[in-house]
């Protein structure tokens, strides 16, 4: 598939016309979706061709071609075929960020009124004839409906996660229960699909077209390299293999792979004065955004995760532009990176997998390979892969020794560190050559899996039993596994019947029926599944407590998906802090290593959610499989008075700042979503509003594209013209003035005076000169002196900062000073032990200034009593 400068024009265009009642003729159809694509400067390539002549003849087909050979351009005809022919058809892909991507394409091409979304957080347009949704959203479907499913075509991306061990069950489960549906199913590796072809013929009565092609539209060379990876680096620079992506098996790596480069001259001065140029309106955040910076601006990109939308979009749009040369980053490129790949070098044939260290596997590295080299970019690609550290250490130790018989006797070769698993020339000739290794089945049977099957049962009248049989004698694991499968569904069944959810009935036949007692909601299984508990545990919670803000927080917090590195970053702290006061007290090393043990990052709220969470239940058992993980990073921020900078810092998370920010956004979302009216208070609805603005603040896009979901053709939106919302070629949007949210902008003053209430409690006169400095007058000794009043007259414990010290209550704010509305004039009050409230810190707030700087400007006017 060769193209230029795509034009935009709608496929609805091209569909052919039809009598009542009639089917599109095969040949018009793909004739129609042919002319589309020649007016938009595209020739499909021969495995492009087959692979639409045999769906818009009613065959499945399953596309095996490298990556870079076109496979969404066939998926874009599987849905046109569809569309034209009044179907309804299905895509689906691993991640969100995927579907997402893949639902504002297929907006572009169809309209917005005939494309939806369901990812479990957002859903949009969902009974229209085109749906974009995760694997899980799908399969949960065909489970709860089977034959009645509305699915009359599924596209699966990215297939090969059929045999991952956690998810794989949700790419089996359609092709199981959906034998109507027509299945268009791709990878770049699936290996051998003989069993696929079989299953889906003999199971659906519909002939299967597999589709291959191991010719790549852009061809690769793999080369096994023994220099020093600096040298390697430069010469692929120097010889127009460049833009290299540089891949490690760790985040790490990748950064100080990067600094490592910093000494070497990527970049000449005229790219770099281009790359100073196009980054002149971006704006870096302090952390990691500055590492970032000076990568940048010498030519070297870093890509991966845990970075922060904002960086990887600017990463992607200069390599794009041909100003990075060199980009480093983590072997997750496979997975939406949308950059020209020239040359991938691997740093390494080992990963780490979560439980042990090991060479990867075939299709982990032709993943990885596949990368390489982009059709209307190269003519070739390049795969190198560094040898060991070792090998090539010894090398050079032969090379300096030359023909020096004495010398070579004296070297002292250097050994794969101790425990390592290491790798050879060998290991890299039988990745490069070996098939992809084949998909094995990982079915698994949870609660939610038999409550679905239940209800589709009951309500088309079937046999729940006989339905259930089906898909434990139907799946594809070995005949061990489908034992254990069943005695699974033993265990859940007697516990769905201790709870009065099922009941047992006889036929009057002899025979016996299982049913549901109750109605299930129709999306217990298709959206967050911890949502409704949410909603009821809000129901503990007293509207009228002093925290209950932060404990309406707290629940919504207990049923998001950890952020691991966020919450072992708070429990380093922790112990830190732990062992600074074990050690003051005078334990030993061993009391204190022990005591750690029992040292976990915050989890508020965490015995009342627990015993509420194992009541809920037994009455809603599809949850039985869900577990509740009480944390607090958005509690920890507001009662830390942390913005997001503090709190990066705080925790050392610089290298992972982008799972902050998307955890955070997913709070956002939820409180936004799930707190019950009478739990709103104005403090929550403040909360809520802050951490809005504070993520929008970071990284807007992960909060605007899930807004712009309801209106997906919005002309004002920023996405770029293309496939992709991460082509994007302008700079970041301006930011919303820190004070144009005024609720928000009221919890950041809150927050302000808050952290001067907290060092105030301390003493920490330093500290407060540091916010206020001398040049307003109020240095460490001014501030000593107006406190040492209320600490003679109350005692050590003058200044409270538990719950009632930082109520909305205790600050007074007054909207305009002399006429002046962009000055406001505030009065935080101290809680002292008795209760008296007399004793406060008062101070003027510049808005226009605030705005300016982006963050509260206050000045101080004075600490008294009234």
Request: proline content about 5%; charged content about 25%.
């Amino acid at each position: 598939m060769t193209s230029s400068t795509p034009v935009q024009i709608s496929l609805l265009d091209h569909i052919p016309p039809v009598m009542d009642g009639g089917a599109p003729d095969p040949d018009e159809l793909y004739e129609g979706f042919t002319s589309w694509a020649q007016d938009r400067g595209l020739t499909l390539y021969p495995a492009q061709s087959e692979a639409l002549i045999e769906l818009v003849s009613g065959s499945h087909v399953i596309l095996s071609t490298p990556t870079g050979s076109g496979k969404s351009l066939v998926a874009m005809g599987a849905h046109f075929a569809a569309l034209a022919d009044g179907r309804r058809s299905f895509y689906t892909a691993p991640l969100k960020a995927l579907v997402s991507e893949k639902f504002f394409a297929l907006v572009d091409a169809f309209g917005s009124a005939n494309v939806g979304m369901m990812t479990g957080d957002s859903s949009v347009n969902p009974t229209a004839p085109i749906i974009c949704c995760t694997a899980e959203i799908l399969a949960n479907i065909a489970l709860r409906d089977g034959n009645d499913a509305d699915v009359d075509q599924v596209v699966m991306d990215e297939f090969h996660f059929y045999a991952d061990p956690q998810r794989g069950w949700a790419w089996q489960v359609p092709l199981l229960e959906l034998p109507k549906a027509q299945y268009l199913l791709m990878s770049a590796t699936l290996g051998d699909t003989t069993p696929f072809v079989e299953d889906l013929e003999t199971r659906t009565e519909r002939p299967v077209a597999t589709v291959t092609s191991v010719e790549r539209p852009v061809p690769l060379n793999f080369t096994y390299v023994v220099e020093p990876l600096t040298e390697v680096i430069d010469e692929l620079v120097h010889t127009h293999r460049a833009p290299v992506y540089v891949v490690h098996f760790t985040q790490k790596d990748a950064v100080d792979r990067a600094q490592s480069l910093l000494s070497m001259n990527v970049a000449s001065k005229t790219e770099k004065d281009a790359i100073v140029s196009e980054l002149a309106d971006f704006r870096f955040s302090s952390g990691f955004g500055k590492s970032l910076s000076k990568f940048l601006r010498h030519g070297i990109g870093v890509h991966h995760a845990g970075m922060l939308p904002k960086y990887r979009r600017v990463v992607e749009r200069l390599t794009q532009k041909g100003l990075l040369k060199v980009v480093c980053g983590t072997d997750t490129l496979g997975v939406g990176i949308n950059v020209p790949i020239r040359t991938v070098l691997l740093t390494s044939l080992v990963k780490y997998d979560g439980e042990r260290m090991r060479h990867l596997s075939a299709r982990e590295f032709h993943q990885i390979a596949g990368r390489a080299g982009r059709a209307g970019y190269d003519t070739v690609g390049e795969v190198l892969v560094m040898a060991p550290e070792h090998v090539i250490e010894n090398r050079k130790l032969l090379e300096r020794a030359g023909d020096d018989a004495k010398k070579l006797k004296k070297i002292v070769r250097k050994k794969a560190p101790a425990g390592a698993v290491n790798w050879t020339d060998k290991t890299f000739e039988r990745l490069r050559d070996a098939e992809p290794e084949q998909l094995t089945s990982h079915f698994t049977v949870n609660h939610a899996m038999v409550l679905n099957v239940l209800a589709r049962s009951t309500g088309s009248g079937g046999d729940p039993v006989a339905a259930m049989r089906h898909l434990l004698v139907a799946n594809h694991d070995n005949e061990g596994q489908k034992a254990a499968h069943v005695r699974q569904v033993f265990r859940i069944y007697r516990s769905l019947r201790q709870a009065g959810i099922v009941e047992k009935v006889t036929d009057g036949a002899g025979g016996y029926q299982v049913r549901l007692t109750v109605d299930l909601p129709r999306d217990f299984a298709l959206n967050q599944p911890l949502s409704p508990f949410a909603l009821a545990a809000q129901e503990l919670l007293e509207p009228d407590s002093p925290t209950h803000a932060l404990d309406v927080v707290s629940v919504i917090e207990a049923t998001l998906d950890d952020p691991r590195q966020v919450l072992y970053g708070q429990q380093r702290a922790a112990r830190g802090e732990a062992i600074g006061a074990l050690k003051a007290e005078g334990y030993d090393y061993e009391e204190r290593m022990a005591a750690l043990e029992d040292v976990s990052w915050p989890k508020p709220l965490e015995e009342l959610l627990s015993a509420a969470f194992a009541t809920y239940k037994k009455s809603n058992p599809w949850i039985a499989d869900q577990e509740l993980s009480p944390k607090s990073v958005v509690r920890d921020m507001v009662e830390n008075a942390q913005t997001f900078t503090e709190f990066v810092s705080r925790y050392q998370l610089d290298r992972t700042e982008g799972v902050v920010l998307r955890y955070l956004a997913d709070a956002y979302r939820t409180l936004r979503q799930t707190v019950a009216v009478e739990q709103r208070t104005e403090e929550v609805e403040e909360i809520t509003e802050w951490l809005g603005e504070l993520v929008r603040g970071v990284d807007s896009s992960l909060l605007d594209e899930w807004e712009r979901l309801s209106n997906p053709v919005d002309d004002d939106a920023d996405t770029p013209t293309g496939d992709s919302p991460l082509n994007a070629t302008s700079a970041e949007a301006p930011a919303r003035p820190v004070t144009g949210n005024a609720r928000s902008f009221r919890v950041l003053l809150r927050n302000a005076l808050f952290r001067r209430v907290e060092l105030a409690a301390r003493e920490s006169y330093a500290g407060l000169a540091s916010l206020d400095g001398s040049a307003t007058g109020w240095d460490a000794d001014t501030w000593a002196d107006a406190l040492d009043p209320m600490f003679e007259h109350y005692g050590d414990d003058a200044i409270g900062v538990g719950p009632q010290a930082r109520s909305p209550k205790m600050l007074a704010i007054t909207e305009g000073v002399d006429g002046n509305p962009r000055l406001w004039s505030v009065r935080q009050v101290l809680d002292d032990p008795d209760g008296d409230h007399d004793w406060g810190i008062t101070a003027l707030v510049d808005l226009d200034a605030s705005d300016e700087a982006g963050a509260v400007v206050l000045q101080v006017t004075g600490v008294s009593a009234l």
